[in-house]
């Protein structure tokens, strides 16, 4: 066998450091100014992006680079080909879908965590990775008034997801495997999950990924006159009917904020119902949750002691960078059985005392992030009164957009408001014409004001009607951008108003 040639070719660079310290320090400086004056000129930039399918592929070269290039051309690029092409979500004019907020606290956070790089998959990887975990966990739970049930403080725990979906699926997971236990291996195809039609897509896709046969993922209508909540009489007598039709009802999704119009479900009478049935209760808070930190939106989560399980998104409203979710459940042993695989090259003392938290088995993937290093940033940099009133802020913004809309006799408001979302339409006051006719005039409306790039907002439909949505969320949104999309909206209304729906 002949020997190993260790003479690599000598490259035309000289020795290669990818992490040279005072590169890294002047290159760090250089980005940091360049993201400063990102957020400093990103309300002058269009919200909306207004490239063609292609734009930015027909603009790269076809092969990477062979040669290092300097990061003032490349930063001269992402100024030129990238930004072009950037919905901007951290904009003070972007009322779309829910916040993606950011703050100060959370980008260094996620700095301090992207330089330890820290991959905790179990305790002894990093042990101060798991334990900030727990006890940023715990502190979330506190301020949500969650009880001790859902705490490590308690008998439950918590974990922090990458987004719903994840949290979704986890919990999915665990009833659906606690059901199998129950009723046998082989009866998945007799499982039923359950939701509102209102209810985030992520609950449908968990629901395929766990094995839940589509025609038993239900998703139960809501009604105007219910505020398009659940009703757990409709709950119960789908429950009902599918347990006459041989059956089984394993996994109940309840939302604390619906994303078309914050619609919020009975969370206490509806797990009653889910309970009798042996379901397992997932609250979903996505969005709201952040909002439950103030008293008085706390009651949006009572019953919460019902459920088995409860999520959140400090990445939504609570200004920490995408992504995070906090997931908690009452009997964390449940979660661990569903999901744990313990290969014998990560078994290891301190795992196998039973007095450490693997978040390997908490979770669907095995690697993860230092995310909770942005909420203690969070919380200690601002503190609970700021964050509550960070909150408050946005919700007093939405309600006086919400009453500038009322005052305006050509609109309407579809929804009562609960948080920061207001949903709205251009109604019958702006003269008369059938519902097919409103709907073609609000979509012109939302086509134009969205095409100024000035102000991006979306929509939804529900009980059949075409509803604007404008949200207040972006952390750099301030009371004149709130009156100037308005302002905007009015504009382009009377236009289209005098236009007529015919020539639209």
């Not at 040639?5 to 020795?15: I, K, V």
């Not at 009572?302 to 459920?307: F, P, S």
């Not at 997931?327 to 964390?332: E, G, I, N």
């Not at 908490?362 to 909770?372: A, D, E, P």
Request: net charge negative; charged share 20%; aromatic share 10%.
């Amino acid at each position: 066998m002949g020997s190993l040639d260790t003479n690599f070719p000598e490259t035309a660079f000289g020795e290669f450091k990818p992490l040279d310290l005072q590169e890294f320090r002047n290159q760090a400086h250089r980005a940091v100014d360049f993201i400063a004056d990102y957020y400093k000129n990103v309300e002058s930039l269009p919200v909306l992006s207004s490239v063609v399918p292609g734009f930015l592929r027909n603009r790269l070269p076809d092969a990477a680079p062979s040669s290092p290039e300097p990061l003032e051309d490349i930063l001269e690029d992402v100024r030129k080909v990238i930004l072009p092409g950037m919905t901007h979500w951290a904009s003070p004019n972007f009322f779309a879908y829910f916040p993606a907020s950011v703050s100060t606290a959370g980008f260094i956070g996620d700095m301090l965590a992207t330089s330890f790089n820290s991959v905790g998959f179990n305790w002894l990887a990093s042990p101060a990775a798991t334990e900030l975990e727990m006890s940023v966990m715990d502190w979330m739970a506190k301020l949500l008034k969650l009880p001790t049930s859902f705490m490590f403080s308690g008998t439950g725990g918590g974990v922090i997801q990458t987004s719903t979906s994840e949290a979704i699926l986890c919990t999915l997971v665990t009833a659906r495997d606690r059901a199998l236990e129950r009723v046998g291996p082989g009866n998945i195809a007799k499982l039923v999950a359950y939701s509102s039609d209102q209810t985030h897509l992520t609950y449908a896709k968990a629901c395929k990924i766990a094995g839940i046969l589509p025609s038993n993922i239900r998703a139960i209508e809501t009604t105007v006159e219910d505020k398009f909540s659940l009703s757990p009489t409709r709950l119960r007598a789908c429950m009902e009917a599918d347990v006459a039709a041989g059956l089984v009802p394993v996994f109940l999704c309840a939302t604390v904020g619906t994303t078309s119009t914050t619609a919020v479900d009975p969370v206490g009478a509806l797990a009653e119902v889910a309970a009798e049935f042996g379901a397992w209760v997932h609250v979903d808070a996505a969005y709201a949750g952040s909002a439950c930190i103030c008293p008085e939106f706390r009651p949006y989560l009572d019953g919460v002691e019902c459920a088995n399980s409860i999520s959140m998104s400090p990445h939504k409203w609570f200004l920490s960078y995408l992504d995070c979710c906090c997931l908690w459940v009452k009997k964390p042993d449940q979660l661990v059985h569903g999901l744990n695989i313990e290969p014998e090259y990560l078994k290891n003392k301190p795992s196998a005392s039973g007095k450490v938290v693997d978040y390997k088995d908490w979770q669907i993937g095995v690697g993860r992030r230092f995310r909770s290093l942005r909420l203690w940033l969070i919380f200690r940099n601002y503190g609970v009164a700021n964050l509550q009133e960070h909150i408050r802020s946005d919700v007093r913004l939405a309600g006086m957009f919400e009453e500038l809309v009322a005052k305006d006799p050509r609109f309407e408001i579809v929804v009562p408001r609960r948080f920061a979302l207001v949903c709205f339409r251009l109604g019958r006051g702006a003269g008369e014409m059938e519902e097919e006719g409103l709907e073609r005039l609000n979509r012109a409306l939302l086509e134009e004001v969205n095409a100024t790039g000035r102000v991006y907002i979306t929509h939804t439909v529900v009980g059949g009607v075409f509803v604007l949505r404008f949200v207040v969320g972006a952390t750099l949104t301030e009371e004149r951008h709130v009156v100037a999309a308005w302002e905007l909206m009015r504009e382009r209304a009377d236009a289209l108003v005098g236009k007529g729906v015919e020539q639209i």
